[in-house]
């Protein structure tokens, strides 16, 4: 009888003691799974996670996806990397709504009076090769000076619009008519008024039909497909191999999408009326684009040693549009919307050039170690210099579409 009961206060104790244990291994392992989910330093790292060894502490490693998703809102060295690009794509989703909702197409015709306003917006050239064809019905007309009269009162801003002054409407319709009819006095209305329907007619036929707007929803399409792909992509690499071997990928591919689409208005707009050079152009850029996010899809590229290759064939990309620039200033030189529209892509080649060079030498956490890891590191640079470019971009595409709605061919 005692044996037995010496046998259960021992049962007992045991079980005590395996309680007591299982009780302080939950701690450890709470603590072992915070640790888990807690901020890491750069030796801490896998070999994929390792991308810049001048950035010390602070990073993700290995996360569920939850945390991960949640990390977008607390600190770490990826925080602002998240951030300035995906603020980005907000601002030019807005843009793109703005450009879609309040950037004027065509102008329509709504009478005789309103003709003025939209002659702001008329294919001069094509206007003057009619008038100097001159009206059928115009030999018949009893007296020039009435007609003149007739239009001036009509058309009463006319002779003051800036692009209609340079070919002297009136002056060319005085041209087409005979000289016997100058100095006639007989006046007929109706024959006026026929004269005012029939200049409207042949105008109206003329005037700007909506220019193509593919190619600025293009770049715009780009540059958000870039900034969300980079904004995603810095959130999330940090869960696995796998899904950081994607992210890398379509990161580089939006980067390339960005860079090719650019060109895309400036070709375009500037190259309409030159369909070999604009086809030529536009071929060459997009065979570049397709063949850069082809060579980024090979493993290889993502390695840390090819960072400096990765930023050069970027550079390249964007280079290469100097050429057709170039000849945009030869053929527009006397435009004022050629050397605006430049003045707009030279700033906006400024801001990608210094973010890729940021970018390739890590400044300026190279220069002071550990001292960047949360904010002011190259990266974060490189971000916020690529959207100064993108919006730059934006406005230079806006002077594009006013210069050619304006001007056609």
Not at 80 to 108: E, K, R
Not at 175 to 188: A, D, M
Not at 318 to 323: E, T
Request: hydrophobic share 45%.
């Amino acid at each position: 009888m005692a044996g037995e009961e010496a046998e259960r206060l021992a049962a007992s104790a045991a079980a005590a003691w395996g309680e007591a244990e299982e009780g302080e291994g939950k701690p450890g392992a709470g603590a072992k799974k915070r640790k888990r989910y807690g901020l890491v330093e750069y030796r801490a790292l896998p070999g994929y996670l390792r991308d810049n060894e001048y950035i010390h502490r602070h990073y993700r490693c290995e996360w569920p996806l939850p945390q991960v998703l949640l990390s977008a809102f607390s600190i770490h060295n990826e925080t602002l990397n998240v951030w300035t690009h995906l603020i980005g794509f907000f601002i030019f989703l807005a843009l793109t709504i703005y450009t879609a909702t309040q950037v004027p197409n065509v102008v329509d015709i709504q009478s005789l009076q309103h003709l003025p306003d939209v002659l702001r917006n008329a294919d001069i050239h094509k206007i003057q090769a009619e008038l100097l064809s001159c009206l059928p019905s115009l030999p018949h007309l009893p007296d020039l000076q009435n007609l003149k009269d007739e239009l001036k009162s009509s058309w009463n801003s006319m002779e003051v619009l800036p692009s209609l002054s340079r070919w002297h409407l009136l002056e060319l319709l005085s041209n087409c008519l005979p000289q016997r009819f100058s100095h006639t006095n007989e006046t007929s209305l109706s024959v006026l008024q026929s004269m005012k329907e029939e200049i409207a007619n042949m105008i109206a036929p003329q005037l700007i039909r909506p220019i193509a707007r593919w190619p600025f929803y293009a770049f715009l399409g780009g540059a958000m497909f870039c900034l969300f792909a980079s904004s995603t992509c810095h959130l999330l690499s940090c869960h696995s191999r796998r899904l950081a071997y994607i992210m890398l990928r379509l990161d580089y591919a939006g980067i390339a999408a960005l860079i090719a689409t650019s060109f895309y208005p400036p070709v375009y707009y500037s190259f309409m009326c030159y369909p070999f050079f604009c086809n030529l152009y536009l071929s060459f850029i997009t065979i570049l684009g397709v063949a850069t996010i082809a060579f980024s899809l090979l493993p290889v590229f993502q390695n840390p040693e090819f960072r400096t290759i990765r930023a050069w064939l970027f550079f390249g990309m964007g280079a290469s549009g100097v050429i057709p620039v170039l000849h945009k200033l030869v053929l527009f030189w006397h435009q004022p919307e050629a050397l605006h529209t430049t003045g707009y892509e030279v700033l906006m080649g400024l801001f990608y050039g210094l973010g890729a060079l940021v970018y390739a030498t890590r400044v300026p956490e190279r220069w002071m170690p550990g001292k960047f890891d949360i904010a002011g590191h190259s990266h974060q640079l490189f971000h916020v210099l690529v959207v100064a470019g993108a919006y730059t971009h934006y406005h230079a595409g806006l002077l594009y579409l006013k210069w050619r709605d304006l001007q056609g061919c």
